[in-house]
Nanobody, 124 residues
Framework: QVQLVESGGGVVQAGESLRLSCAAS????????VAWFRQSPGKEREFVAG????????IYAASVKGRVTISRDITVNTMYLEMNSLKPEDTALYYC?????????????????WGQGTQVTVSS
């Protein structure tokens, strides 16, 4: 069983930056890929960024490309999302997730494990 725990969220002003972390529990964590999703009240869960665990191939949503960077540290079973130039529309509950079969990283239903989320609030 995999447990994911997000951290690093908070309240920031527009234009500022945040770095989110997601730590996976257990000694063995070898997903195919991990990703960040976000969800705001009244909206569907939205893909933000994904990365394959072994190769480090990344994919970003068009809405955040150029402003965010996803990375992972395989030695400590942790993934990160660096967000710059934050906008009010980035306000959401951010979830990390892992999938353990090969495939695309943009579809929430394909992921096996989820964190409980960390809130990011961007004020104007």
């Amino acid at each position: 069983q995999v447990q994911l725990v997000e951290s690093g969220g908070g309240v920031v002003q527009a234009g500022e930056s945040l770095r989110l972390s997601c730590a996976a529990s257990g000694r063995t964590f070898t997903p195919y890929g991990v990703a960040w999703f976000r969800q705001s009240p009244g909206k569907e869960r939205e893909f933000v960024a994904g990365i394959t665990w072994s190769a480090g191939s990344t994919i970003y949503a068009a809405s955040v490309k150029g402003r965010v960077t996803i990375s992972r540290d395989i030695t400590v079973n942790t993934m990160y999302l660096e967000m710059n130039s934050l906008k009010p529309e980035d306000t959401a509950l951010y979830y990390c997730a892992s999938r353990h079969t090969a495939g695309l990283l943009t579809t929430p239903r394909l992921f096996d494990y989820w964190g409980q989320g960390t809130q990011v609030t961007v004020s104007s």
